[in-house]
């Protein structure tokens, strides 16, 4: 069974960093992509980075590019968000969620299995 546990989120003050991390574990296919998701009360669920099993690719959405930085560990068993600069606008859940597929997309709906979310809330 696929278990993804995303840890690292909290309160923090606008301009600060944090570093959002998702062990994944229980999967059996190779080279899945993984993508980083975030929803805000009262919003959809919006792509946020994406990176393929390798690290070769990857690719953010315009709201983070620059200040997000999507990694994925030698071991392969975890991704990282290192997120810097945060906004108080970057308040949400976040999610990381696997493509057994291996294509990294920015949809949600090619994401096969989700994290349980961190919460991660700036104040100005």
């Known amino acids: 069974q696929v278990q993804l546990v995303e840890s690292g989120g909290g309160l923090v003050q606008a301009g600060d960093s944090l570093t959002l991390s998702c062990a994944a574990s229980?999967?059996?296919?190779?080279?899945?992509?993984m993508g980083w998701f975030r929803q805000a009360p009262g919003e959809e669920r919006e792509f946020v980075a994406a990176?393929?099993?390798?690290?070769?690719?990857?690719f953010y959405a315009d709201a983070v590019k620059g200040r997000f930085t999507i990694s994925i560990d030698s071991a392969k068993t975890t991704v990282y968000l290192q997120v810097n600069g945060l906004k108080p606008e970057d308040t949400a859940v976040y999610y990381c969620?696997?493509?057994?597929?291996?294509?990294?997309?920015?949809?949600?709906?090619?994401?096969?299995?989700w994290g349980q979310g961190a919460q991660v809330t700036v104040s100005s």
């Open positions: 229980g999967y059996t296919f190779s080279r899945p992509a």
């Open positions: 969620a696997v493509d057994r597929d291996g294509r990294p997309t920015r949809s949600p709906f090619d994401y096969n299995y």
């Open positions: 990176i393929t099993w390798s690290g070769s690719l990857r």
